[in-house]
């Protein structure tokens, strides 16, 4: 007696090879086509400050480079845990990314009780720009060099306030690192991004800052902030004339930041190859370089791979050098 299987059987014993090739060559068709709409780049601070600067620059290349809009949102809080937690809950599909700074990697060693592991709940892309810090103060404080400002802070200890854009940033570790070297008593104004931190500054409600290059480079220029010191062992060559802090007399000190685009979770790994490829493509053009050259940054050359093995690296120093330090966040 024959046997007849139910339709709804037959249609799937038919249809499924067709669905699983299609599941197969979906990812890579997508990665193809990418992009055919509007991308988000999202910089997880408030609009001003370096991360942001940077993000606009590389969105205008992309731009041109694929012929589709691309926009740049400021989503600003907890010194940029808030979007990044958001950002491991959206589609992997790289309509929506993430250029955030070096809080990405020390924030783990901060805050105990994030909703996200930063190992793994994240897709780095590719590193976009390095650039050292500077160590500027206001124009109506005294000291004119670094050696004039540890003399200064001995003299006067805990009255010297030096602002940052946060708890635990990169710049507030660098005015850490600079108290321990120097052995001076420094206090910390932390702030809600660099941005209002350097209108502080530049009003004169705290005399010091360390700051990214870019950030305040237009204010060193016109004399609206003087300029001590930059924090790598090399000048920067935005600042030929300033000295390292290292060369100043702080002998070891050294204090980067970088900048990294990230994508949610669990890309397509050809889309993540692609997008990786895009932005690397985009870094090395004359534009980016004359651009980040002028803000004293130096586009990333890594690739996805370096970059993912780097931001690993990271994550272990920063842990160390945060829990060595005793950074505490409030």
């Not at 086509?33 to 590389?58: H, M």
């Not at 909703?115 to 500027?136: C, E, G, H, I, S």
């Not at 300033?242 to 994508?263: Q, R």
């Amino acid at each position: 007696m024959p046997t007849f299987r139910p339709l709804a059987q037959r249609l799937l014993a038919t249809t499924a090879p067709v669905l699983f090739a299609l599941a197969a060559i979906a990812p890579g068709a997508h990665a193809q086509t990418y992009p055919s709409q509007t991308v988000k780049i999202v910089v997880p601070f408030p609009a001003g400050g370096t991360t942001d600067i940077l993000a606009r620059q590389l969105a205008n290349t992309l731009q041109k480079q694929w012929g589709q809009t691309v926009i740049v949102d400021n989503k600003g809080g907890a010194s940029g845990t808030i979007f990044s937690e958001q950002l491991t809950h959206m589609p992997a599909d790289g309509y929506t990314l993430m250029l955030t700074a070096t809080h990405h990697v020390i924030n783990p060693g901060l805050y105990k009780n994030l909703k996200y592991n930063t190992r793994t709940d994240f897709t780095p892309l590719a590193m976009v720009a390095a650039v050292p810090n500077v160590l500027v103060v206001n124009p109506g404080f005294a000291p004119k060099s670094v050696t004039e400002l540890i003399t200064y802070a001995k003299a006067n200890p805990g009255k010297v306030n030096f602002g940052s854009s946060g708890n635990g940033g990169a710049n507030h570790l660098s005015g850490e690192l600079f108290k321990l070297l120097a052995g001076v008593d420094m206090v910390h104004i932390p702030y809600k991004g660099a941005a209002p931190a350097l209108n502080d500054l530049l009003g004169g409600q705290i005399p010091v800052m360390f700051d990214s290059v870019p950030g305040v480079l237009p204010h060193i220029q016109g004399g609206k902030l003087r300029a001590l010191g930059v924090t790598s062992l090399k000048r920067s060559p935005a600042l030929p004339d300033v000295p390292t802090i290292d060369e100043a007399g702080v002998k070891g000190f050294e204090a980067t930041a970088w900048f990294g685009l990230y994508a949610p979770p669990r890309m397509d790994p050809a889309l993540r190859d692609k997008l990786a490829s895009d932005v690397l493509k985009a870094l090395q053009s004359p534009q980016i370089r004359t651009d980040f050259a002028a803000k004293g940054a130096e586009p990333g050359t890594m690739t996805q791979a370096e970059f993912a093995a780097f931001v690993d690296t990271e994550l272990t120093k920063w842990l160390k050098v945060i829990a060595d330090a005793n950074v505490t966040v409030n």
